[in-house]
């Protein structure tokens, strides 16, 4: 059995903490899926295209490099949009099956959005990590903070509300949890919580 750990949830749910342990613990490869869209779209903001503009969002993933995934600018406001506007193209998301099954071809833990509905279905650990809006939209408010954005509670989570309704309603890949996953809410419980909860699921399966 290949051991994937496929995790998924909404921004800012503590998905990306929770998958980096994971990898660390159980010596296995991590792949963030969210930088492969944060990267397609700056490719395309940088041709000067629109991120929703299909033949554009297209040409960029196919173009997509892995050293595009070390970019510093992912996480900037803008690459937040233009990431989930490209995510919403289904051509641009079956452009990056391949890259995201060969990266666990021998094994890793990957989160996004869809791992465990599309990437990995016959992953033997799902996990969906979320939380209320408040909750995450104060965490990323926090991180945006630590960075000197200037930025309001308020902005981030009117952002946060979109994306996430842009996310779950999209026809291609929406979120949501795959009918065999654990969902595990974090807006009460501390990053050790967590992972003592995912560790324990994963031993179990492993
Ligand atoms: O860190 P955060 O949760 O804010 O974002 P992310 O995981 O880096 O993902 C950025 C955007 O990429 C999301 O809003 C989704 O639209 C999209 N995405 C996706 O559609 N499928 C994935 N597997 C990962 C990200």
Do not use: C, W
């Not at 949830?9 to 990898?23: E, H, M």
């Not at 890259?99 to 650990?125: E, W």
């Amino acid at each position: 059995m290949t051991l994937v750990v496929a995790i998924d949830g909404p921004a800012a749910s503590g998905k990306g903490t929770l998958a980096r342990r994971i990898a660390r613990h159980f010596g296995l490869p991590y792949l963030d899926t969210g930088k492969l869209y944060r990267a397609v779209g700056r490719k395309v903001l940088d041709a000067g295209d629109a991120p929703a503009d299909e033949a554009a969002a297209l040409a960029a993933a196919r173009a997509l490099r892995p050293s595009d995934l070390d970019r510093a600018d992912l996480r900037a406001p803008d690459a937040d949009k233009a990431a989930s506007e490209v995510a919403a193209i289904a051509s641009v998301r079956a452009a990056l099956i391949d890259f995201q099954r060969n990266f666990a071809a021998q094994g890793g833990v990957l989160d996004g959005r869809d791992i465990g509905t599309v990437i990995f279905p016959s992953a033997p650990v799902k996990l969906f990590i979320t939380a209320s809006l408040e909750a995450r939209a104060a965490r990323r408010y926090h991180e945006r903070q630590a960075r000197h954005e200037t930025v309001t509670l308020a902005e981030v989570e009117a952002d946060m509300r979109r994306r996430d309704a842009l996310d779950a309603t999209r026809a291609a890949a929406p979120l949501r949890p795959a009918p065999d996953a654990v969902i595990i809410d974090t807006t009460s419980l501390d990053p050790d919580a967590v992972f003592a909860r995912a560790a324990s699921l994963i031993e179990a399966a492993f």
